[in-house]
């Protein structure tokens, strides 16, 4: 399913090495996933939802519980689930990953406990495509990194559209932007399975397997968990389940050996379907919205927190630069402007996975929070000491003459003359750069944190419903950045002045002296 | 020019070149304590280079300059400028005020302010002590009702007045101005020129580098003439105006005659 894991190689690299045999826990079974996934993996129950609910999620409880063991749950985002494993956050990842010969490289998998296949889908009113070949020369969507892209990518002549998720890959398929869609079955089954617009063409395509991630040197662990994977295979307990989700199929069938009739109601597809049911009230909708609130208050105040720890480390950090920078003596002054390029000059995203995943390897091991406050911290870092830079530069020379003429040390007069009108001009984008920290924070989903975007992402999947859930984020990031907006108008508006008056004396003087010597 | 007087500050054999040349040339004069000095020359005589290397905002390349008995020198410019000479330079400053032609008062700060900070900063005065200080030098410069306000809000005249008030808060024995009226407006010059009167009139060792014909001759004890980085003449204001003995100095106020004097 999905994006393929070596999407992100970078961090996987850095996670390989270091691969120390760990003391299993002897009571929890720490289990990673990422709810954004969706239905019928894994998502937020719509119902409550502090609560994840998913097929997967039914299938790894029923296997701690063979092994005697209590199940937790760690979230964090699918690209990094195999990273996430080899830094131990957590002791097996379950979340529709495909035993793929490059990801075996990287993990070993148990037994498939699943298999399905691609489903092909068209808009009802299209009577031309039927299979594959009928797609040459069509415009087809399907998921970035995943399986089906593989597929699409190896049939050929096929105009492929690349998403990072199924419902908006099925909206362009209803609105025209696209000829027809490819996706794995359940997916397909779960967000265009009820919609009029949308039918299912062809036969299956293709075939993959999903099993349980373990890092390679847990071989205990792994002959474990597959024992219990044939234990409830044997039991009928997985077929239930499969059952409960309506995600039984001749495939299925096939690789268990299991041609009973249905061992279960379709109760948990039912739910879902009930939510899909297009007559949904407006109080309705209000009453869902408000419900939201106390995840997405939760993941403000997670981004608010990372937001201002982060802004004061680089405010601190990033003068300490500037200073060296400009005043410093040549080595400092040329290792500070080594850390601004190179800071600079790589995304943030690598810098907050090399902090996380990759420092463990020197035995540096940061929570989430520490690792992502230091590691926006950093990078902003980096740009406040070029603002501050830019306010000590534009501090005119003759300030610095006006305070050593008076016998004040160089570091008597920076703190006293340079520094504080070199900060009254820097205010200004100061105030700028919190609020587009405030925006990248949400960077921090990549390292485990559910922040506002992340919280969006799982509800906006979990309900189908990125329009209004959308209006709602952008209204909080809004109201978070508010009051610093509004300090950064006032901080331009009574210090700029102040700031530019020694600027403005020494021009005008200079007019004037230039018109003086006219006489000489 | 009271002859009995001690060399209050000794200047042998300053040199000093920047990258465009050299600025200053072999450079010495002595100069007695309470003299007031005028410094005239053609622009890029290096008369401003002199006055920054005495006060050692520019560190001198060769030669050495002594000013109320510390002494800062050197062999040669290839000598590296060690902490014991930055010391020295540090000490000297504290014997010297230096007046600027644009003033560099701090705008983030009111007028008291400006002249308390390096009584506070360097000597460790306490607000109180330097406050009283302050308010007692402001108001000798005729600025006691400028105390709170704002540098911007000054006149030029009353800015430079500020800024000597400020230089002399540090209690220095010798002040030096660097062209301290060419950025007045010709009515505010006077008022800076009295109160240097007044400080000369009080015993202050004064050198001025100056456009101020008029004032160097009348108020000061002696003239120093510089051209192309030398001293060419120095003589008595009177002397040097009606009769130079050298063909560079004529040729200078040629350029004056008439007019400012």
């Known amino acids: ?137 069509k415009v087809v969507g399907t998921l970035k990194q995943a399986y089906s892209h593989q597929v699409l990518e190896e049939f050929g002549g096929i105009e492929i559209r690349l998403y990072e998720d199924e419902i908006n890959a099925y909206s362009d398929l209803v609105n025209g932007r696209l000829d027809a869609t490819l996706f794995d079955a359940p997916i397909a089954v779960f967000y265009a399975g009820f919609n009029p617009e949308i039918k299912f063409v062809g036969p299956e395509i293709g075939r993959m397997e999903y099993g349980i991630a373990v890092r390679k040197e847990d071989k205990e662990l792994l002959k474990e968990i597959n024992g219990a994977i044939v234990a409830l295979r044997d039991s009928g307990e997985l077929r239930k389940i499969y059952d409960r989700w309506n995600l039984w199929s001749p495939m299925m069938a096939k690789e268990f050996n299991d041609y009973r009739p249905r061992q279960a109601d379709a109760v948990m597809f039912n739910e879902w379907a009930e939510l899909q049911r297009p007559e949904f009230t407006f109080r309705d909708r209000m009453k869902r919205y408000a419900g939201f609130m106390p995840v997405l208050g939760r993941a403000a105040l997670t981004t608010m927190k990372v937001s201002i720890v982060a802004m004061l480390l680089a405010m601190a950090f990033g003068f300490v630069l500037a200073v060296a920078r400009v005043f410093g003596p040549k080595p400092l002054s040329k290792l500070a402007v080594a850390y601004i390029e190179t800071i600079r000059g790589t995304p943030v995203l690598i810098q907050l996975f090399f902090i996380f995943y990759g420092l463990p390897n020197i035995g540096i091991k940061l929570s989430p929070f520490v690792a992502g406050a230091v590691g926006l911290g950093l990078n902003y870092a980096a740009y406040e000491a070029e603002n501050y830079r830019a306010g000590l530069i534009s501090v005119p020379k003759a300030q610095m003459e006006g305070a050593l003429a008076l016998a004040m040390t160089r570091w008597q007069a920076l703190r006293h003359v340079v520094i504080p009108q070199a900060f009254r001009l820097v205010l200004p984008p100061l105030t700028n750069d919190f609020i587009s920290l405030l925006k990248d924070s949400s960077l921090v989903s990549v390292i485990t944190m559910v922040d506002l975007t992340k919280a969006y992402g799982q509800l906006a999947t979990t309900y189908y419903d990125y329009f209004g859930t959308g209006i709602i984020v952008a209204g909080i990031y809004l109201l978070l950045g508010l009051p610093f907006v509004r300090l950064a108008r006032w901080a331009e508006g009574r210090l700029a002045k102040v700031g530019n008056m020694a600027r403005l004396e020494e021009e005008t003087t200079e007019e004037l002296i230039a018109s003086k010597d006219g006489i000489l | 020019m009271a002859p009995s007087n001690q060399p209050l500050i000794v200047v042998d054999n300053l040199c000093k070149s920047f990258e465009q040349g050299e600025v200053l040339n072999h450079i010495s004069i002595s100069i007695r304590e309470g003299d007031l000095v005028s410094v005239i020359g053609p622009s890029g005589c290096g008369k401003s280079t002199f006055l920054r290397c005495l006060n050692c905002l520019e560190i001198l390349d060769s030669g050495s300059i002594s000013i109320a008995g510390v002494t800062v020198s050197r ?130 060792t004064q050198i001025i580098v100056t456009h101020e014909m008029r004032f160097a001759r009348k108020a000061s004890d002696y003239i120093v003439f510089m051209d192309k980085g030398e001293i060419v003449e120095v003589d008595d204001g009177d002397i040097l105006f009606t009769n130079p003995k050298n063909e560079r100095t004529r040729e200078f106020l040629r350029h004056f005659e008439g007019d400012a004097l």
């Open chain 1, 1 to 137: 399913m999905r994006r393929s894991l070596a999407i992100l190689g970078f961090a996987v690299l850095l996670a390989l090495s270091f691969a120390l045999p760990g003391l299993a826990e002897q009571k929890e079974l720490r289990w990673g996933g990422d709810t954004e996934g969706g239905a019928p993996y894994m998502f937020q129950d719509p119902k409550d939802t502090k609560r994840i609910i998913g097929y997967e999620v039914e299938i790894i409880e029923a296997i701690a519980k063979q092994l005697g063991r209590k199940p937790v749950f760690v979230q964090n985002g699918w690209d990094n689930l195999i990273p996430g494993l080899q830094r131990k956050l957590y002791d097996v990842s379950i979340d529709g990953l495909e035993i793929t010969p490059e990801h075996k490289q990287e993990v070993n998998f148990s037994i498939p406990y699943y298999a399905t296949f691609l489903q092909l889908a068209v808009r009802r009113d299209n009577k031309t495509i039927t299979s594959l070949e009928d797609c040459r020369g």
């Open chain 2, 75 to 204: 062999k040669s410019p290839k000598d590296p400028i060690t902490d014991d000479l930055l010391e020295k330079a540090h000490l000297l400053r504290q014997e010297v005020g230096l007046v600027f032609q644009i003033f560099n008062l701090f705008p983030h700060k009111s007028v008291l302010e400006n002249v308390i900070l390096a009584p506070m900063v360097v000597k460790k005065e306490s607000r109180e002590q330097a406050e009283d200080n302050a308010v007692r030098l402001l108001k000798k410069v005729g600025l006691e009702d400028c105390i709170h306000r704002d540098p911007s809000t000054l006149s030029g005249g009353q800015k430079q007045r500020a800024a000597i008030a400020r230089a002399l808060a540090m209690n220095p024995k010798v002040m030096l101005y660097d062209e301290p009226t060419s950025a007045l407006d010709p009515e505010l010059v006077k008022e800076v020129l009295q109160v240097m009167r007044d400080l000369d009139a009080e015993g202050m």
